[in-house]
């Protein structure tokens, strides 16, 4: 019985979020650069059983891709060849940022904390995981 690992992929920076074994809960794991994303996973699904990545779907208002997309294609291509059996799901994740700030906010984090980006990544990672497992 594996996880579920979902991903905030960026251009600098990629946060990373796990399920727990029965998969009902999403909880924050890392933030990793990007140009070391695929060694990351490499290492960490040789300790850990990994079924699906869900990898964020950045969307416009009006349901059309985001330039970022551009970013994600090459990455899930390589995703797709590095790990074959690995399935791989996409998640909206418009309005992730925002929601991960608001929570940081609302949990009383410093404003200093606040501005790391990478605390940032690693929420909207746990938010499109969640998302993800609620609409499942």
């Not at 990994?50 to 970022?68: A, C, H, I, R």
């Amino acid at each position: 019985m594996g996880i579920i690992l979902a991903l905030d992929f960026g251009k600098k920076r990629t946060g990373i979020a796990i399920t727990d074994p029965l998969k009902l809960i999403a909880s924050a794991l890392t933030t990793v650069e990007t140009k070391s994303l695929i060694s990351f996973l490499k290492d960490y699904c040789s300790k850990v059983t990994v079924e699906t990545f869900v990898v964020g779907l950045p969307k416009q208002m009006n349901n059309k891709p985001s330039e970022s997309e551009q970013l994600i294609q090459p990455f899930l291509k390589t995703l797709r060849n590095t790990f074959p059996d690995i399935a791989i799901e996409r998640e909206d994740e418009r309005f992730t940022s925002k929601m991960a700030f608001q929570t940081m906010i609302d949990s009383g984090m410093k404003k200093k904390k606040r501005q790391n980006k990478a605390v940032v990544d690693e929420i909207s990672a746990t938010l499109i995981l969640q998302s993800y497992l609620n609409r499942k």
